[in-house]
């Protein structure tokens, strides 16, 4: 998972709005040719690295094409029905499930604990942040290294903190609780920082009043904060679901770059660039992104649909 | 007065603008800051997958040509061995930004597509350097040859060993004459063997070492015994699987009856480790050689034990390649000829890390025969166990990728000899139907068959 | 959507001295406890970096060295990779954040203050393009790049990275918020959208373009999956994909390991501790756009 990626804010898709009704005389002075020029750069980049490889995706999908890029053949719907009919993709997918079934909730916990945390210690609140955030600055893979090295059986910190000698990489039962214990730490600072902003986004007044009101921490927590981050938590949730699914870095660093322990720790992505760039079926593994892509598409999707819902039901 | 200094925004400002016109200057030249900064006459990229004692001999070996032919400038680059490693060297071929030279399993080199991913090999420009057909051990340069033509230029043979302790045998009285371990011929023989050696190891170490949970040594183990009682995978002419299950189911019993009769542990030990604190035997690539070496063990190492007849071991071989290069010639193609040529020529050090060398002289150079273990583990290359010749197959192919997992699943006991042995059938039907990526025209399969 | 400005990652209250109440003694004694845990791997991954290789897997495991050295330090200077690396990183990172800034803040503006036929079409297409990442359709992102030859190249790290959808709706967002009667007093003193956007609103738009800039440079420093699937060249390799998978001859070496990846870590590190303001503002604002 890239955690600062920019599929982060899928869930910004929402209806556009009808701007601009109001500045007709502007557009209509001066808007229509300069406006396209302004968007100009961004569309032709869009466009080139968006578009045609979605596009591109499509048409290969439907193709036995190899990594080469040469004599391809239409095959109509023989990669669907292979992939739909390949236990290795619904195995693949289900670890990538199973990972974002792990994650999601204990991340979603920790940083609002650790934003609430931050939020109410009133000295070196710069520390705290440091702390909590600095290792999302790491990159991926120097992440997954240093876990690799703490978690090693024989000589790595974990066994000899806790005294154990638990094989925490070779085992298959705790083989991907060691990757979850890995993106909790390294990316748990990110929702921390969105709760951050969050808690300090509520109005002061509130809690004021509560407190003549007679109310004590826990009711302010209950009836005020806990609403108050309702939206905030949304999002998290969202955000913490599409970059699981999209697990790929920690995992095949962890594992140098193998499927795990039983194949326990192949994610869906390191699925799809298996079939891609090892087994060099550009083709299937298209496939199978397209249909990837169909899932992450229906999560964002859901999360629209949810917040219209909501809108509707506080009219 | 002195002058004015700048203010700390100008000064950011400078270093900002400076950062992003050079960054930009890289980019548009497109060369990485140390190709700029090279200046040799020619320049061999190199690329290779040898890391630990390997990586060390390798280092030597280069640095001994960079002395010996110093206009050659090598630039050698170490990949993460296995697949990853495949797929970059692939991909650079695939993408016309291959390294001069690379390095290779011999049996991949039906699915890199020669002709297409790779290059030939100029007989003649290698003759000139020094290496002659006639050096080689024929069963490897047949099979590096591909429609006519070289493509893969033998370095070593390695094989999997059964490394023993000559301490704990010798007291478990399992030492025939000479002091190498005495031959086995046969499942209840080579357990009784486990048992008595047990007696022998101390505490609670395991007495085996068999990377059990381990996939790629799970089936090349399996592979090596498989192929002891006569079973293959696909047809001769690679249209039919012909894979046996019953022998199959054999094979994995035999393997699981280790961990089940406790002589392995399943997961998570490193059995190197417990080799050298006084386990009686360890499975191992030949590779292991010289940490056992330098551990200053009293130790052997024979070929795995023949317990299903005739003699098997996995085996598998190092060799050069030309990643294909549209412009492939001139001078760094003729570098990458003469730095092959001389490692191949030079292999003492690179028998040193366990490795059989391919160039016939040496196996006689009396430095080799003093080696030791080496000498005693030579047979192994009359006795190899190779993956079938396709696409697929070949050291941590997809092949390996698919069927190893299912060998060790069966190992550490989440699945069940026979049906693993069906699954492993699936697997290679499942593989056969695939169409070779990599093929079309200028690709012939055919000519890999050995 | 939030109104980002309202974000104040550094609240400092100016007011009586804080007092040591129970609770804030209990809530410090956890916070020192939980940033204890938080930074124990940075610690145990110095401590091994300055020890020397057996040392570092030596049993029983300790965390100080007992002889301290910098062999490993310089053992990943004198092998030069480590120096490419850094350099390949700063080209990628700072040339896409450049490019990103510049053309974002073009498309944001564009979309927020321009009108031009099929607008609207456009910018639901863009916001569908969100959903597309090199995780998502890596393969057929990388055929794209190879069908234009860029492969192992530069620019086959950049450009792809330069098209993110959801920078371009922050920026949007944004601008929209910005008064219109600033730029139309301009407009009738007689200048033209390109000089209003130049001199008036960008000056304005400083904090969002730096919370763009720098998400997109931390996105762009720490990226490992598109990078490691369209390098192979080690040469041309960022920090991230090199560590991965650029092998030691010598096999893992641990204090090697670890003294790279602070090289590849640090930076970032260094700078969140003196910019910590701008940072934290500047991923709270991209994340919280979402809301």
Redesign the interface.
């Given at each position: 998972?890239?955690a600062?990626?920019?599929?982060?804010?899928?869930?910004?898709?929402?209806p556009?709005p009808?701007?601009?009704a109001d500045?007709a005389r502007?557009?209509l002075?001066?808007?229509?040719?300069?406006?396209?020029?302004?968007?100009a750069?961004?569309?032709a980049?869009?466009a080139?690295?968006?578009?045609?490889?979605?596009g591109?995706?499509l048409w290969?999908s439907f193709t036995d094409?190899n990594?080469s890029?040469v004599g391809e053949r239409f095959v109509g719907l023989d990669n669907y029905r292979e992939a739909l009919d390949d236990p290795l993709m619904w195995d693949s997918l289900g670890h990538s499930a199973y990972f974002t079934f792990l994650v999601v909730p204990c991340i979603v916990l920790l940083a609002f604990v650790?934003a609430v945390?931050?939020h109410?210690?009133?000295?070196a609140?710069?520390?705290?942040?440091?702390?909590?955030?600095?290792?999302f600055?790491?990159?991926?893979?120097?992440a997954?290294?240093?876990?690799q090295?703490?978690f090693n059986p024989?000589?790595?910190?974990i066994n000899?903190v806790f005294g154990l000698e638990t094989p925490w990489l070779t085992q298959k039962s705790t083989a991907m609780i060691a990757i979850v214990i890995t993106t909790l730490?390294w990316t748990v600072g990110?929702s921390f920082?969105?709760f951050?902003?969050?808690l300090?986004?509520i109005p002061r007044h509130l809690y004021e009043a509560a407190a003549l009101d007679g109310a004590n921490a826990w009711h302010r927590m209950v009836h005020i904060t806990l609403p108050m981050l309702r939206?905030?938590t949304g999002?998290v949730v969202?955000?913490q679901i599409l970059a699981s699914l999209?697990v790929?870095?920690q995992a095949v660093?962890m594992q140098d770059f193998g499927p795990g322990p039983e194949e326990s720790t192949r994610t869906f992505?390191q699925f799809?660039?298996e079939?891609?760039?090892t087994a060099y079926r550009?083709g299937y593994?298209?496939a199978i992104?397209i249909i990837?892509?169909l899932i992450?598409?229906v999560v964002?999707l859901g999360r629209m649909w949810l917040l219209r819902k909501r809108e509707e039901g506080a009219r | 007065m002195p002058p004015p200094l700048p203010s700390r925004r100008t000064v950011l400002g400078g270093l900002g603008t400076l950062?992003?016109a050079?960054?930009?200057g890289?980019?548009a030249a497109?060369r990485?800051?140390?190709?700029i900064a090279s200046d040799a006459d020619v320049r061999v990229?190199y690329?290779n997958?040898?890391?630990?004692?390997d990586?060390?001999n390798?280092?030597a070996m280069l640095n001994a040509f960079r002395r010996a032919d110093p206009r050659v400038d090598v630039?050698?680059?170490?990949?993460?061995?296995g697949n990853?490693y495949y797929t970059?060297?692939a991909?650079?071929a695939?993408?016309n930004?291959a390294?001069d030279l690379a390095v290779m399993h011999l049996g991949r080199i039906p699915g890199f597509a020669p002709g297409r991913l790779l290059d030939p090999w100029d007989v003649g420009l290698l003759g000139k350097c020094g290496v002659r057909e006639a050096d080689f051990n024929p069963v490897l340069w047949k099979r590096a040859v591909v429609d006519g033509k070289l493509y893969g230029l033998p370095l070593d043979i390695h094989a999997q060993l059964c490394f023993y302790r000559r301490d704990v045998c010798g007291k478990a009285g399992l030492l025939g004459d000479g002091g190498n371990l005495a031959a086995v011929s046969s499942p209840e023989e080579w357990f009784k063997a486990l048992k008595t050696a047990k007696k022998a190891v101390k505490g609670n170490l395991q007495v085996l070492g068999m990377k059990a949970s381990e996939p790629n040594f799970s089936w090349w183990f399996f592979l090596s015994f498989y192929t002891q009682l006569g079973g293959t995978c696909l047809s001769a002419d690679g249209q039919d699987v012909t894979f046996d299950t019953d022998k199959a189911t054999r094979v994995l019993e035999f393997l699981r009856q280790h961990v089940t009769d406790g002589y392995t542990a399943p997961v998570g030990i490193a059995d190197g480790e417990m080799f050298l604190n006084g386990s009686a035997f360890t499975w191992e690539g030949n590779w292991s050689v010289p940490v056992f070496n330098d551990a200053k063990l009293d130790y052997g190492a024979t070929e795995l034990p023949p317990v299903f007849g005739r003699p098997a071991t996995h085996a598998e071989s190092h060799c050069f390649v030309l990643p294909h290069q549209a412009a492939r010639g001139g001078a760094a193609n003729e570098g990458a000829h003469r730095l092959a040529a001389y490692i191949v020529r030079n292999a003492l050090a690179w028998s040193q890390g366990g490795h059989i060398p391919a160039y016939a002289p040496t196996l006689e150079d009396k430095d080799y025969l003093a080696l030791k273990p080496q000498a005693e583990y030579v047979s192994a290359m009359d006795h190899m166990a190779v993956e079938p010749s396709a696409w697929f197959a070949g050291s941590t192919g997809l092949l390996a990728q698919r069927i190893g997992p299912a060998v060790a699943s069966s190992n550490v006991g989440s699945a069940r000899p026979d049906a693993t042995a069906r699954r492993m059938k699936d697997v290679l039907e499942k593989l056969l139907t695939m169409k070779n990526p990599m093929a079309g025209e200028a690709i012939v399969e055919e000519g890999a068959a050995t | 959507m939030?109104a980002v400005s309202?974000?104040?990652?550094?609240?400092r209250r100016r007011g009586p001295r804080?007092k040591w109440t129970p609770g804030?003694i209990v809530?410090?004694a956890?916070?020192v406890l939980?940033?204890g845990v938080?930074?124990?791997?940075?610690v145990?991954?110095v401590f091994?970096s300055l020890k020397s290789e057996t040392e570092?897997?030596?049993?029983?495991?300790h965390?100080v060295p007992q002889e301290w050295t910098i062999q490993a330090w310089q053992a990943i200077f004198e092998t030069?990779n480590i120096?490419?690396w850094f350099?390949?990183s700063?080209?990628?990172s700072?040339?896409v954040t450049?490019?990103v800034v510049?053309?974002?803040a073009?498309?944001g503006?564009?979309?927020?203050?321009?009108?031009?036929?099929g607008?609207?079409a456009?910018?639901?297409?863009?916001?569908?393009?969100?959903?597309?990442?090199p995780?998502?359709?890596?393969?057929?992102?990388?055929?794209?790049?190879?069908?234009m030859?860029v492969?192992?190249?530069?620019?086959g790290m950049?450009?792809?990275q330069?098209?993110?959808?959801?920078?371009?709706?922050?920026l949007y967002k944004f601008f929209?918020g910005i008064p219109?009667e600033l730029?139309?007093a301009a407009?009738i003193d007689g200048a033209?959208?390109?000089r209003v956007?130049f001199t008036i609103v960008l000056p304005l738009s400083r904090p969002p373009l730096a919370a763009v800039g720098i998400?997109t440079f931390?996105?762009s420093?720490?990226?490992?999956?598109w990078p490691y699937?369209v390098t192979?060249?080690?040469?041309?390799m960022t920090?991230?994909?090199g560590?991965?998978?650029?092998?030691?001859?010598?096999?893992?070496q641990?204090a090697q390991?670890?003294a790279g990846?602070l090289v590849?870590?640090l930076p970032?590190?260094i700078v969140?501790?003196f910019f910590?303001r701008q940072i934290?503002?500047g991923?709270?604002h991209?994340?919280?756009?979402?809301?």
């Open positions: 998972m890239s600062v990626d920019t599929t982060l804010t899928p869930a910004v898709v929402r556009v009808a701007v601009y500045s502007v557009r002075a001066r808007g229509f040719q300069h406006g396209g020029w302004f968007v750069p961004f569309l980049l869009f080139l690295f968006v578009l045609l490889p979605i591109r995706g290969l094409a990594i890029g650790l945390l931050a109410h210690i009133e000295r609140k710069w520390l705290w942040r440091l702390c909590f955030f600095a290792p600055l790491l990159p991926s893979t120097v997954a290294n240093l876990w090295w703490l024989g000589t790595g910190m000899h730490w990110f920082l969105l951050l902003a969050a300090q986004n939206n905030i999002l969202t955000l999209q790929f870095d660093v992505v799809t660039l079939e891609g760039f550009v593994a298209s992104s990837f892509f992450i598409a964002a | 950062a992003v050079g960054s930009f890289l980019a497109n990485s800051a140390s190709a990229r690329w997958l040898f890391s630990g004692g990586g060390v390798m280092i630039k050698d680059s170490t990949l993460q061995w990853p970059k060297l991909m650079a695939s993408g930004r390294p | 939030t309202q974000i104040s990652p550094r609240v804080k804030q809530l410090t956890i916070g939980v940033s938080f930074t124990a791997p940075f145990w991954a091994t570092a897997v030596a049993v029983p495991t965390w030069g120096t490419n350099v390949n700063v080209v990628v700072v040339c450049f490019v510049l053309v974002g073009l498309a503006y564009g979309f927020a203050r321009t009108g031009f036929r607008k609207n456009l910018l639901g297409l863009v916001m569908a393009g969100l959903m597309v990442s995780a998502v359709l890596g393969v057929p992102l990388f055929t794209t790049v190879q069908s030859g492969v192992d190249t530069y620019w950049i450009l792809p330069c098209a993110p959808a959801a920078m371009v709706y922050i929209q219109k730029e139309e407009f033209g959208r390109w956007f998400f931390i996105a420093w720490n990226n490992f999956l699937m192979n060249n080690p040469d041309l920090m991230p994909n560590i991965a998978t650029v092998m030691n001859s010598y096999g893992i641990w390991l670890m990846g590849a870590g970032l590190i969140f501790v910590q934290v503002s991923v709270a991209t994340g919280l756009a979402g809301q």
